[in-house]
């Protein structure tokens, strides 16, 4: 086998020409422009991880919460149903309702009553037999675990832009929308149109 042997004292001696050497630039003699693009360059790039941060921390707050119990800051509109439902919906809107938002429903038998599972809680829809589009009559939503009381009625007061009154039959009531009862006994949350259910009553005694 043949080899080249290389004299050691020759390579580290081997003059080297300066024009074939590239130049290491110094950032310290750089002008301003460039020192003005590496500094925005950098503040746009801190921007977009604390936005990120702030999007993962507002979804995760929405996710533990039931939708009934946001905080206000998070209720965009003020509110007149419990998750999309309320009195007065005939059931084909109340079927839409549940096939968008892929509510898990079950309609019991021979009735237009749903039992549903939505968000951290048990939703009742009773609906109107006897009218052919069987409005909804009452909305009632059990709470698995709804917490301290005066807590929840907070966020209830303050997503529904109402300030309650204590009733000790029905425990805490609002008046909300176009005058729907909202009524929270520490359990459950109950929404009911008053005046229709008044109505409804004294038709009832007529016949």
Known sequence: MTGVTVNRETAL???VDPATVTPTPDWQDAPPAVWSDVLREGLMKIAI????????ATAAVVA????????????????????GFSPGMTFEETTKLVTQRRYR?????DSHTLDCAVDAAR??????????????RRVTAELNNPGPQETAVKSISDQFNAQPTRDAREGWIWIVGRGLKLSYDGTAL?????????RRSKEGLKR
């Not at 533990?64 to 998750?83: C, E, H, M, T, Y």
């Not at 939703?123 to 909804?136: A, F, G, L, M, Y």
């Not at 109950?190 to 259910?197: F, G, M, N």
């Open 13 to 15: 001696n081997r003059r």
């Open 190 to 198: 109950r929404l009911v149109d008053e005046a229709e259910e008044a």
């Open 123 to 136: 939703v009742t829809i009773d609906s109107d037999e006897v009218d052919e589009r069987h409005p909804i």
């Open 105 to 109: 429903c079950r309609q019991l038998r």
């Open 64 to 83: 533990i919460q039931p939708g009934f119990l946001k905080p206000a800051s998070l209720a965009l509109v003020k509110k007149s149903d419990i998750l």
């Open 49 to 56: 991880v604390a936005a990120g941060l702030i999007i993962v």
